[in-house]
């Protein structure tokens, strides 16, 4: 019984492989291709989860969560600010915090990029045709991963301006206008955040000497 049902699943798979396969070479649709190598690659995910996570665990916890990781992740994002608005580290906090999650978690890039190298490396010396095929696509599946946490940060890096709203206040010496948020840039300066309807801020830098 339990042999049918592996025969069965191996049936399942080298169909999926083949649709996959024909979906590049035949159609040579490469955004369907895409999407199908995740597909399959979530469906073995979800099969041998247990084994996977096992795997991934100490990669989350040395490379995202761990003391290391987070203390150079918070150097970058304190740079990452200090260098694109000026604004001295002594006035960031909490747009700090999120941004040093946003950064260890692309630190997630370089051990998935080097477990995609070694699906490729199997699949290269793995003699079945089809199975080869299972394990690029695994490896195609880490490489689109990667884009995607690429392309993540990216997108934030261009919206990041809005998390200093989260240190930015109503009541301060910075002397905002009324309904607006600020932020002190430095001693003599300050952003003001000016809002024009939901999530709709405008940002303006001013002069505000420190008393």
């Known amino acids: ?62 490379f995202v969560t761990s003391a290391v990781a987070l203390f150079l992740a918070k150097i970058f994002a304190i740079h990452h600010f200090n260098g694109k608005y000026a604004i001295y580290p ?4 909490h747009s700090v915090t999120v941004w040093t999650i946003i950064t260890a978690s692309t630190f997630l890039i370089l051990p998935i990029l080097w477990d995609s190298l070694k699906f490729f490396e199997v699949a290269r010396k793995e003699q079945a045709v089809l199975k080869s095929f299972k394990y690029a696509i695994y490896g195609i599946t880490l490489i689109i991963a990667c884009g995607v946490l690429s392309m993540g940060y990216f997108v934030a890096s261009q919206h990041d301006k809005w998390l200093l709203i989260l240190d930015a206040y109503s009541y301060s010496d910075c002397n905002p206008v009324q ?22 801020w405008e940002m303006d830098e001013y002069p505000s000497p420190k008393p």
Not at 90 to 93: A, Q, T, V
Not at 179 to 200: E, P, W
């Open 1 to 62: 019984m339990e042999n049918n049902q592996e025969t069965k699943q191996t049936w399942l798979e080298n169909i999926a492989i083949i649709l996959i396969l024909g979906s590049f070479f035949l159609i040579q649709n490469f955004e369907l291709f895409s999407i199908l190598c995740v597909l399959f690659s979530s469906w073995q995910l979800w099969k041998h989860r247990k084994t996977v996570i096992k795997k991934f665990q100490w990669k989350w916890q040395f």
């Open 90 to 93: 002594e006035y960031l906090n």
């Open 179 to 200: 309904g607006s948020l600020a932020i002190r840039k430095d001693n003599q300066t300050c952003y003001q955040f000016i809002s024009h309807g939901v999530m709709q």
